[in-house]
């Protein structure tokens, strides 16, 4: 029986780590991903994180990840399928059929991003639809791209992307951006960013790769635009499908909990960008990994004595 296993290895569960080996807990991590550090890997440049300016994102992630294992952290590489409360501790499942006993869970599994949900979405994804400008952008090299959004991501995914490609569309389903007056600014001043308001992509078709979309207006009219590329960026989804009976989510999804972690369910604890927060990032989602642990800690000295 473990004291604690945290579930995910991106930078809150990894600050939880480091935090857990030093607090001398019987620990583990579990994650689906072969040396996964999150999301966070998926960043050309990370400029806002204390102390080390400029790094790339996966240098950082693995950075984190290092200093767990230097700690003595053990990682087990396999998919969370299941939780489940058991009298006095939890019973946690994976997809390789085994059952790890645990008297506390440290949540952190992060979140994934929206679709579309059309037609060609799925069958071009990886050959011209791609949910992340920072990773893909440098392959649109004088090429024509779409990007789907209105918040602060899609309009810095297109910004990005004008840097590269010939020409970007900027596509959005309202007649307003969301994103944040100064990204907003930046966009006009961009001549090679199109923005096409009250629009939805209703179809994306290729041949081996993408070759155009479909976009439908307000009025019900129909146009094809040629692109080489779709960017997605429409928001994420929390991965807490498996603790909808578990512990009270929001209206998105989210588990509710301050920066404690303490959740409703008792013994289970919550970090990162998966918890009900105002900002989801590196800083906060590894504050939260290091404030779980001292949860943990009180946890496991009141009630498991
Ligand atoms: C492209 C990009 C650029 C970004 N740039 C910045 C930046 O410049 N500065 C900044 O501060 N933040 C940035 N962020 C945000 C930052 O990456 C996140 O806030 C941070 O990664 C959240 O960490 P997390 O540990 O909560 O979740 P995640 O990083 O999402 O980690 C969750 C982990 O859980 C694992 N997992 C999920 N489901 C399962 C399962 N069922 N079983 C086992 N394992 C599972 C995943 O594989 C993953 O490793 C960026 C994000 C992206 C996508």
């Known amino acids: 029986m473990y004291d604690c296993i945290i579930l995910g290895s991106g930078c809150a569960g990894l600050s939880a780590a480091i935090y857990a080996q030093r607090a001398k807990f019987n620990n583990i991590v579990i994650e689906k991903i072969y040396k996964g550090a999150g999301q966070i890997t998926e960043s050309e440049r990370v400029d806002n994180y204390m102390g080390l300016y400029g790094e790339n994102g996966f240098s950082l992630g693995m950075k984190f990840r290092e200093h767990a294992e230097k700690l003595g952290t053990q990682f087990i590489e396999a998919t969370v399928t299941h939780i489940e409360k058991a009298d006095n501790h ?72 004008s840097k590269f490609a010939e020409k970007v569309y900027l596509i959005h389903r309202r007649n307003d951006f969301r994103a944040n007056r100064t990204v907003q600014e930046n966009i006009q001043s961009v001549n090679n960013i199109e923005c096409i308001m009250n629009s939805n992509v209703t179809k994306i078709s290729g041949e081996r790769r993408v070759k155009s979309i479909t976009l439908k207006n307000d009025m019900g009219e129909e146009t094809e635009i040629a692109v080489n590329g779709v960017f997605v960026a429409i928001g994420s989804i929390p991965n807490t499908k498996i603790l909808e009976s578990i512990a009270e989510l929001d209206d998105n999804g989210y588990v509710k909990a301050d920066e404690t972690g303490i959740t409703t369910a008792d013994g289970l604890f919550v970090a990162g960008d998966v918890r009900t927060k105002v900002l989801r990032q590196v800083i906060t989602a590894a504050s939260d990994g290091a404030n779980c642990v001292f949860s943990v800690e009180n946890y496991l000295r009141e009630k498991c004595r």
Request: with cysteine; net charge positive.
């Open 90 to 161: 939890w019973n946690i499942l994976t997809d390789d059929g085994k059952t790890w006993e645990s008297k506390t869970v440290i949540y952190a599994l992060g979140t994934q991003r929206r679709k579309l949900g059309i037609t060609g979405e799925k069958e071009y994804t990886g050959k011209g639809v791609s949910y992340c400008a920072v990773c893909d952008g440098a392959f649109y090299r004088k090429k024509v791209v779409a990007v789907v959004g209105g918040g602060d991501t899609a309009l810095s995914d297109a910004l990005l992307l």
